[in-house]
C-alpha cells in the first residue's frame, strides 16, 4: 500500500482552483489559502505559507495604503515570505540571496528584507509593495516555484490517465459513440444503460464525451427527455457540454456560422449540468462570452440555476458568479438586436431588415467590438 500524505485541499479540483486564481483573484485565493492553514497548520507546504505572507501584505497595502500599521504589516511580510521560502533550503549552507535567487527572487528583494530584519530601514511603501509583489510573482511562477511544479505534476498525472487507455479502448469508446448517434430509437435505452456501465470508470467519460462532440452533426435535431436522460446515466453532462461548447468556439474562430442545432444542445443539457465547480464554470462562462450573440441570453439564464443548484460551490463563489452573470447579461441585452454581428467573423447580416455591404457591417460594428468584448472580459476577470 502507499504511503497516503494529507493535504489541507478537499480534491485536485480544489487546487487547481486556488491555482487559476493567483493572478486574477488574489482576495479570494488568500482567504482559501487561510482555510487550509486552519486545516491543517504546521502541515502546510512551506510555499503556500509564503504566498500567505506575501498576499496578506499586498492585501493589507490595498486597502489600507496610508494606514501607519500598513509599514510594519508589509514589511513583517516580506521578513517571512522570504525567510520561510529559503529556510527549506538553508542545509545546502547557501546565503540567503543565493537560495532566494533560485526560485527567482531578485537580489534587490532580498537585500532590503535583511535590511528590514537586522536593522533599521527607510524604505517607502511603494517600495515594499514591489519587493511583495516580486516575492508573489517568483513563488507562483518560476518555473522552480512550487505552484508551478505541483500544476505541472497535475497535468502529469491527468496525461498519465488518458495514456492509461489503450489502443483498443479509445477505439471501443469511438465505436460506441458512433453507436449511439446512429442507434434507431427503439434501441436507444437499452444502448445507454450499455454505455452507463462501460463509462461507471471515470477515465473513459472524457473520451467518450468527446466523440461525441465531434459527432454531433449526427445527433437529432430534436433534444428529446430520452437522450438527456441517457447522458444523466452516463454522468457526462457537464463534460458533454464543455466539449460541445469547444466545438461551438472553434466554428466561431473558424469563421463560420455557429450551428443552431449545437446551440440547441448546449442549451438543453446545461439544465442537466448538476454540481459543477468553478474551474468548470469560468471554462463555460469565457467561450460563452468569445461568441456573442443573441442567443447567448438563454446560456445565461441557464447558467444562473446550474450555479444556485451547485452543492460543489461555495455560497462565497455562487455570490460571484452570479454576479458576474448579471453584469455580462446588461452587456448582452445592451447590443442592439437590430445589429447581430459576429465579433470574430465576416459575414452578411441584414441590418433594420436590410441587406448591406460586408464592410458596412464592420463600420457599423465598430463601436460594438471594442464595447461588448473588452467590457465582458474585463467584467469576468474582476
Given at each position: 500500500?502507499g504511503?497516503?500524505?494529507?493535504?489541507?485541499?478537499?480534491?485536485?479540483?480544489?487546487?487547481?482552483?486556488?491555482?487559476?486564481?493567483?493572478?486574477?483573484?488574489?482576495?479570494?485565493?488568500?482567504?482559501?489559502?487561510?482555510?487550509?492553514?486552519?486545516?491543517?497548520?504546521?502541515?502546510?507546504?512551506?510555499?503556500?505559507?509564503?504566498?500567505?505572507?506575501?498576499?496578506?501584505?499586498?492585501?493589507?497595502?490595498?486597502?489600507?495604503?496610508?494606514?501607519?500599521g500598513?509599514?510594519?504589516?508589509?514589511?513583517?511580510?516580506?521578513?517571512?515570505?522570504?525567510?520561510v521560502?529559503?529556510?527549506?533550503?538553508?542545509?545546502?549552507?547557501?546565503?540567503?540571496?543565493?537560495?532566494?535567487?533560485?526560485?527567482?527572487?531578485?537580489?534587490?528583494?532580498?537585500?532590503?528584507?535583511?535590511?528590514?530584519?537586522?536593522?533599521?530601514?527607510?524604505?517607502?511603501?511603494?517600495?515594499?509593495?514591489?519587493?511583495?509583489?516580486?516575492?508573489?510573482?517568483?513563488?507562483?511562477?518560476?518555473?522552480?516555484?512550487?505552484?508551478?511544479?505541483?500544476k505541472?505534476?497535475?497535468d502529469?498525472?491527468?496525461?498519465e490517465i488518458?495514456k492509461?487507455?489503450?489502443?483498443?479502448?479509445e477505439?471501443?469508446?469511438?465505436?460506441?459513440?458512433?453507436?449511439?448517434?446512429?442507434?434507431?430509437?427503439e434501441?436507444?435505452?437499452?444502448?445507454?444503460?450499455?454505455?452507463?456501465?462501460?463509462v461507471a470508470?471515470?477515465?473513459?467519460?472524457?473520451?467518450?464525451?468527446?466523440?461525441?462532440?465531434?459527432?454531433?452533426s449526427?445527433?437529432?435535431?430534436?433534444?428529446?427527455?430520452?437522450w438527456?436522460?441517457?447522458?444523466?446515466?452516463?454522468?457526462?453532462?457537464?463534460?458533454?457540454?464543455?466539449?460541445?461548447?469547444?466545438?461551438l468556439?472553434?466554428q466561431?474562430?473558424?469563421?463560420?456560422?455557429?450551428?443552431?442545432?449545437?446551440?440547441?444542445?448546449?442549451?438543453?443539457?446545461?439544465?442537466?449540468?448538476?454540481?459543477?465547480d468553478?474551474?468548470?464554470?469560468?471554462?463555460v462562462?469565457?467561450?460563452i462570452?468569445?461568441s456573442?450573440?443573441?442567443s447567448?441570453?438563454?446560456f445565461?439564464?441557464?447558467?444562473?440555476?446550474?450555479v444556485?443548484?451547485?452543492?460543489?460551490?461555495?455560497?462565497?463563489?455562487?455570490t460571484?458568479?452570479?454576479?458576474?452573470?448579471?453584469?455580462?447579461k446588461?452587456v448582452?441585452?445592451a447590443?442592439?438586436?437590430?445589429q447581430?454581428?459576429?465579433?470574430?467573423?465576416?459575414?452578411?447580416?441584414?441590418?433594420?431588415?436590410?441587406?448591406?455591404?460586408?464592410?458596412?457591417?464592420?463600420?457599423?460594428?465598430?463601436?460594438?467590438?471594442?464595447?461588448?468584448?473588452?467590457?465582458?472580459?474585463?467584467?469576468?476577470?474582476?
Amino acid at each position: 500500500m502507499g504511503i497516503v500524505e494529507q493535504v489541507a485541499w478537499c480534491s485536485k479540483a480544489e487546487w487547481l482552483d486556488v491555482y487559476s486564481n493567483l493572478q486574477r483573484d488574489r482576495s479570494a485565493v488568500l482567504r482559501r489559502l487561510q482555510l487550509w492553514e486552519q486545516r491543517i497548520g504546521a502541515d502546510l507546504p512551506v510555499a503556500i505559507v509564503a504566498t500567505i505572507a506575501a498576499l496578506t501584505g499586498l492585501e493589507e497595502i490595498r486597502n489600507n495604503r496610508d494606514n501607519q500599521g500598513t509599514m510594519f504589516c508589509a514589511s513583517g511580510a516580506l521578513v517571512q515570505a522570504v525567510g520561510v521560502i529559503t529556510e527549506r533550503y538553508r542545509e545546502a549552507n547557501l546565503p540567503i540571496h543565493v537560495l532566494a535567487a533560485e526560485i527567482g527572487i531578485p537580489d534587490w528583494v532580498t537585500n532590503l528584507r535583511h535590511q528590514i530584519a537586522h536593522g533599521p530601514c527607510q524604505s517607502s511603501i511603494e517600495t515594499l509593495e514591489d519587493a511583495l509583489e516580486a516575492v508573489y510573482e517568483a513563488l507562483t511562477t518560476d518555473a522552480k516555484s512550487y505552484w508551478v511544479l505541483q500544476k505541472e505534476d497535475y497535468d502529469k498525472q491527468k496525461s498519465e490517465i488518458k495514456k492509461r487507455l489503450s489502443k483498443d479502448e479509445e477505439k471501443a469508446l469511438k465505436f460506441l459513440a458512433r453507436r449511439i448517434v446512429e442507434v434507431d430509437q427503439e434501441g436507444l435505452n437499452s444502448l445507454f444503460n450499455e454505455a452507463a456501465e462501460i463509462v461507471a470508470e471515470e477515465k473513459y467519460r472524457q473520451v467518450l464525451s468527446e466523440q461525441l462532440a465531434r459527432r454531433y452533426s449526427s445527433l437529432p435535431r430534436i433534444v428529446t427527455p430520452i437522450w438527456r436522460s441517457g447522458f444523466k446515466r452516463m454522468k457526462i453532462s457537464n463534460q458533454l457540454v464543455l466539449d460541445l461548447l469547444r466545438v461551438l468556439k472553434l466554428q466561431d474562430d473558424c469563421g463560420r456560422k455557429p450551428d443552431k442545432k449545437l446551440k440547441e444542445w448546449i442549451h438543453a443539457l446545461l439544465g442537466d449540468c448538476k454540481d459543477v465547480d468553478s474551474n468548470w464554470m469560468k471554462t463555460v462562462l469565457e467561450i460563452i462570452c468569445e461568441s456573442l450573440d443573441e442567443s447567448s441570453g438563454g446560456f445565461i439564464k441557464a447558467l444562473e440555476k446550474v450555479v444556485e443548484s451547485s452543492s460543489r460551490l461555495e455560497q462565497r463563489e455562487k455570490t460571484f458568479f452570479l454576479k458576474k452573470l448579471i453584469e455580462i447579461k446588461r452587456v448582452f441585452n445592451a447590443m442592439s438586436s437590430q445589429q447581430k454581428i459576429s465579433l470574430f467573423s465576416k459575414r452578411r447580416t441584414v441590418v433594420s431588415k436590410e441587406e448591406i455591404k460586408e464592410e458596412d457591417i464592420w463600420k457599423t460594428a465598430e463601436h460594438l467590438l471594442p464595447d461588448t468584448k473588452e467590457r465582458v472580459y474585463k467584467q469576468l476577470c474582476q
